[in-house]
C-alpha cells in the first residue's frame, strides 16, 4: 500500500513538473502556442519526450538546453540574455530612456516661462496688500 | 527644427516596423549548422529488414530530404529534388518522416523516386534529432559529416540554384 501511494505521489510530481516545464516552451508548428496548449503531432511528440526524459531523472535545465539544440532559442518562451538577444532585452529600456529624456527636455523648456521678475513680484505684492 | 527631429524618429520607427515585417517568423534559425549530423540507423523505406546509417555517407558531400505522403508541399517541392538529384550534384537521401510503408511506397510510385535510398523514421524521433519542425525539410551534410545548410518547407527551383548547388559545389572543391 505504502509503495502504491509513493509512487503515485512521484508521478502527481512528474507530471507537475512537466507541465510547468512545457509552459516555458514553444510549440514550433504554432508558435504562438507552448508545447502545453498546442496538440499539433510534433507537439504531442515533444512533450512526450519531456515526460520521458523527466522520468528518466534529468534535471529541467537539461530537458531545456536538450531541446535548444535541436531548434534553438526560438523554442524557449524566455529567451537567454545574450549578444544576439541583447536589443531584444535591451530594446524596451532603450525606448523608456528616450522617452524619459524627451519629456525632460520638453518639460525643462517651460521652466523659465513661469519665473517671476522682482518687479513683478514687486506687484503682486502691492496687489496683495 | 522639431519637427525635423519628429519626422526623423518617425522614419526610424517606420524602417525598425518595416524591416521586423519581412523577417519570416517560420523560419527557426538553426542550431545545428556546422554541427555533426546527428547519428541514426534506421530501417529502409523500401527493405524493412535492412538499416541505413549516416556513417556511410563519410567523405562524400550529401543532401538529406525530410518528406511525407501525407504532406502537401513535398508534393510542390518534388520535381525541383528530382531535378536536383537528377544533375548528379550529390547523392539524394530521403527521410520518410512520421509516414507509413502503405501511404509513402505508393507515394514514391506515383511521383517519381529521386532519392539514392530512403529511411523509415515512423514515430520521427530522429527528426527531432535534426530539428524538423515542418516537412519538408532540405540538409546539405559534407564529407566530414557536418550539417552545412538546412532548408525549411518546399525547396524552389531558386533555393535549388542559387544555394544548394553551389554550396554542393564549393564542398566538393568547386567542381
Not at chain 1, 39 to 49: E, G, T
Not at chain 1, 70 to 97: E, H, I, M, Q
Not at chain 2, 32 to 53: D, M, Q, R, W, Y
Not at chain 2, 143 to 162: C, D, F, M, S
Request: with cysteine.
Amino acid at each position: 500500500m505504502l509503495v502504491c501511494f509513493s509512487l503515485h505521489a512521484e508521478e502527481a510530481a512528474l507530471e507537475k513538473r512537466a507541465r510547468a516545464l512545457e509552459q516555458e516552451l514553444r510549440c514550433l508548428v504554432c508558435q504562438n502556442q507552448t508545447l502545453a496548449e498546442s496538440n499539433a503531432p510534433l507537439a504531442i511528440d515533444l512533450r512526450n519526450q519531456v515526460r520521458e526524459q523527466l522520468a528518466a531523472g534529468k534535471s529541467d535545465e537539461e530537458v531545456k538546453s536538450w531541446l535548444v539544440a535541436r531548434y534553438g532559442d526560438f523554442v524557449l518562451y524566455r529567451p537567454p540574455f545574450k549578444a544576439s538577444t541583447l536589443l531584444l532585452w535591451g530594446g524596451p529600456f532603450v525606448f523608456l530612456l528616450l522617452g524619459a529624456f524627451l519629456l525632460l527636455r520638453v518639460t525643462r523648456k517651460k521652466r523659465p516661462a513661469a519665473e517671476l521678475s522682482d518687479a513683478d513680484r514687486a506687484r503682486a505684492a502691492r496687489l496683495l496688500e | 527644427m522639431k519637427l525635423a527631429w519628429t519626422i526623423m524618429g518617425f522614419a526610424l520607427l517606420v524602417a525598425l516596423l518595416a524591416a521586423g515585417l519581412r523577417l519570416n517568423p517560420r523560419e527557426v534559425p538553426s542550431p545545428l549548422i556546422g554541427k555533426p549530423a546527428p547519428p541514426f540507423e534506421l530501417p529502409l523505406l523500401a527493405a524493412p529488414g535492412k538499416t541505413f546509417s549516416q556513417k556511410e555517407m563519410a567523405g562524400k558531400v550529401w543532401i538529406m530530404n525530410v518528406w511525407a505522403s501525407w504532406c502537401p508541399p513535398c508534393l510542390v517541392e518534388h520535381p525541383v529534388i528530382t531535378q536536383l538529384a537528377k544533375s548528379g550534384i550529390a547523392p539524394v537521401v530521403g527521410l520518410n518522416y512520421k509516414d507509413t510503408r502503405e501511404d509513402a511506397l505508393p507515394w514514391l510510385a506515383r511521383n517519381g523516386n529521386p532519392f539514392q535510398l530512403t529511411v523509415f523514421d515512423a514515430s520521427g524521433r530522429i527528426g527531432i534529432d535534426y530539428g524538423v519542425y515542418g516537412v519538408p525539410e532540405t540538409y546539405v551534410i559534407d564529407r566530414q559529416g557536418l550539417i552545412r545548410y538546412k532548408h525549411i518547407g518546399p525547396v524552389t527551383a531558386e533555393v535549388a540554384e542559387k544555394k544548394i548547388a553551389p554550396l554542393v559545389r564549393e564542398l566538393n572543391g568547386g567542381k
